[in-house]
């Protein structure tokens, strides 16, 4: 069992930064960010392994960055340029069991491949 807690969350303009933080119980080897907005389904932002390679979300590519501190327990998410569309609840995950694929083990992307959620963080983004 992992228990995620998530904070940094908070109200921004369009154009500004934020940097999120998931407190995890211990670590996984893949992890991630997902999000969800109103109405909608929740979405990958990207994910990251033991060893700090990362996959993003075409959206958020070149704004968001991953990053954890095995030492810490700890995942971030570093958004910059927040845009209008990206106002939503962000959750991290842990427990996603990685795939091989040509001896290279790729960390899933999807919500169903990840067993442990945090509650969530509101991102705002005003236009």
């Known amino acids: 069992q992992v228990q995620l807690v998530e904070s940094g969350g908070g109200s921004v303009q369009a154009g500004g930064s934020l940097r999120l933080s998931c407190v995890a119980s211990r670590n996984t080897y893949c992890m991630a960010w997902f999000r969800q907005a109103p109405g909608k389904e929740r979405e990958g932002v990207g994910t990251i392994d033991n060893v700090g390679g990362t996959v993003y979300v075409d959206s958020v590519k070149g704004r968001f960055t991953i990053s954890r501190d095995n030492a810490r327990n700890t995942l971030y998410l570093q958004m910059n340029g927040l845009k209008f569309e990206d106002t939503a609840e962000y959750y991290c995950?842990?427990?996603?069991?990685?795939?091989?694929?040509?001896?290279?083990?790729?960390?899933?992307?999807?919500?169903?491949?990840?067993?442990?959620w945090g509650r969530g963080t509101q991102v705002t983004v005003s236009s």
């Open positions: 995950a842990a427990g996603g069991i990685p795939v091989m694929d040509g001896g290279n083990r790729y960390c899933p992307r999807e919500p169903v491949d990840f067993d442990y």
